[in-house]
């Protein structure tokens, strides 16, 4: 039977290094069962954050071979197996031991994001909206909360801007911003609090999402120009003092 090699980081946030295990490869394997066999039958001590095996939990989030994906959905036979395949945690948050990050500061700025405020319900008693505005905001929903647009996003990864949300969270607030029955504006905090003008819009975001939700074109880049129409727009600036608002 054919074998790989496979290179896992092993250790925490203060030392660690990679130590290499060969794994025999089976129909239809993916990295996620080699690191299984691994923990089976060679380190029974490897620490590795799984859940569905079915790209649908996001907890088993790491770097294959430098890319930010879900182990339980990267196949091996779509990998150069005449290499060692590395396998490492997400770069971007602190390592707690060999593959599985803290990824709590995420949760953190998720509880600042203020919750829908709907607007009062008609005469009947109903809220009503447009299919094509329930439509928009449906693929924002698709978020398993994996964390690799924040793992590969430079604001956070290379200059650690932690002002900055990161693209999840930008995908959150779309997903109220854009809500038919939404009445919060949102426009003030994504100015200040979540520093949407930190994103340069170089769509690395977009490139890692399991869910392929498009974070730039169809959550970011709306609610720039959002926050560019209000602050940015001297003619806009100007209707908005006439009118007072
Ligand atoms: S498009 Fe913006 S949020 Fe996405 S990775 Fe680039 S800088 Fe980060
Ligand atoms: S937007 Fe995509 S990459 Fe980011 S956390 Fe959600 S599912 Fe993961
Ligand atoms: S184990 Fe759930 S997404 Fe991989």
Redesign the pocket.
Same mark, same amino acid.
């Given at each position: 039977m054919r074998e790989v090699t496979v290179r896992i980081h092993r250790g925490d946030d203060q030392s660690g290094a990679f130590q290499e295990f060969q794994v025999p490869v089976t129909e239809g394997m993916v990295v996620l069962d080699a690191v299984h066999y691994v923990q089976a039958h060679q380190a029974n001590d490897l620490a590795v954050r799984w859940n569905c095996k079915a790209g649908k939990c996001?907890s088993c989030?790491a770097e294959v071979n430098g890319k930010p994906t879900l182990m339980c959905m990267t196949r091996l036979d779509r990998l150069n197996l005449d290499e060692p395949i590395v396998v490492e945690p997400m770069r971007t948050f602190p390592k707690i031991r060999d593959l599985v990050t803290d990824v709590s500061w995420n949760y953190s700025v998720n509880k600042r994001i203020k919750p829908l405020k709907p607007k009062p319900r008609e005469a009947d008693g109903t809220h009503r909206m447009m299919q094509m505005d329930v439509d928009r905001i449906q693929e924002f929903h698709?978020? @398993?909360?994996?964390?690799?647009?924040?793992d590969v996003c430079h604001i956070l990864r290379n200059h650690e801007r932690w002002d900055f949300s990161g693209?999840?969270f930008l995908?959150r607030n779309a997903s109220l911003a854009m809500h038919p029955l939404d009445t919060e504006d949102r426009l003030p905090a994504l100015k200040d609090e979540f520093n949407i003008g930190y994103c340069n819009i170089t769509k690395c975001?977009s490139e890692?999402?399991?869910?392929e939700?498009k @974070?730039t074109d169809n959550a970011i880049i709306p609610l720039k120009e959002r926050v560019a129409g209000r602050y940015y727009d001297p003619i806009g600036r100007l209707l908005q003092r006439v009118r007072g608002t």
């Open positions: 996001g989030a698709q978020c @398993i909360e994996c964390f690799l647009c924040q693209p999840r995908v975001c890692v999402c399991p869910e939700i @974070i």
